[in-house]
């Protein structure tokens, strides 16, 4: 199963949004809801932001928000913060038992 | 509150073996499946194996099967990976991981670093 497709990187001023999308194909994005997001700062480990597309976690900011249309994810970053300056990972149940991972889209606060 | 910590890591030569565990606490560790994910230096994450709640069903990624085994120990609250016939492509942070819902992951333990090398 080949990786999903993340923007490598994206960027955004404090205060503004940025929206990273995650292209799949009709066997995972697409035929599942079952999309996550992960945050990662260096070093540390992810940090699971989005789940079943478009919910958040106890914890995580309604800043975070997720979607999905056909084969394609996205997770929406309003209101950037510094600390919300990492790298982002998407995730797609991919039938049988088996899920795929984007390749990562780095985020900068500018 | 949930932990999750592994061990077992180190440095190996190609076509060796290595088992990693995963001490979990916190959480009632036998009602969830867990999940082991990896990260080569520099790289993406990459999901390598599941194993259900009652050891029962385990599944693999492609680059894995017939080499890696996830098994489990509820009594323990231990997760393992044994890794045999290693590769140089097998170097990676391995973190331990529970799901919130299927295939979400909300806990990570800190990882451990696994280097293959001659």
């Known amino acids: 199963q080949s990786a999903l497709t993340q923007p490598p990187s994206a960027s955004g001023s404090p205060g503004q949004s940025v929206t990273i999308s995650c292209t799949g194909t009709s066997s995972d994005v697409g035929d599942y809801n079952y999309v996550s997001w992960y945050q990662q700062h260096p070093g540390r480990a992810p940090k699971l932001m989005i789940y079943e597309v478009s919910k958040r976690p106890s914890g995580v900011p309604d800043r975070f928000s997720g979607s999905k249309s056909g084969n394609t994810a996205s997770l929406t970053v309003s209101g950037l913060q510094a600390e919300d300056e990492a790298d982002y990972y998407c995730s797609s149940y991919g039938g049988s038992d088996n899920l795929v991972f984007g390749g990562g889209t780095t985020v900068t606060v500018l | 509150q949930v932990q999750l910590v592994e061990s077992g890591g180190g440095v190996v030569q190609p076509g060796r073996s290595l088992r990693l565990s995963c001490a979990a606490s916190?959480?009632?560790?036998?009602?969830?499946?867990m999940y082991w994910v990896r990260q080569a230096p520099g790289k993406g994450l990459e999901w390598v194996a599941i194993i259900s709640s009652d050891g029962r069903s385990k599944y693999y990624a492609d680059s894995v099967k017939g080499r890696f085994t996830i098994s489990r120990d509820n009594s323990r609250n231990t997760l393992f990976l044994q890794m045999n016939s290693l590769r140089v492509e097998d170097t990676a942070v391995y973190y331990c991981t529970k799901d919130l819902t299927a295939w979400a992951f909300d806990r990570w333990g800190q990882g451990t670093l696994v280097t293959v090398s001659s």
């Open positions: 916190g959480f009632t560790f036998s009602s969830y499946a």
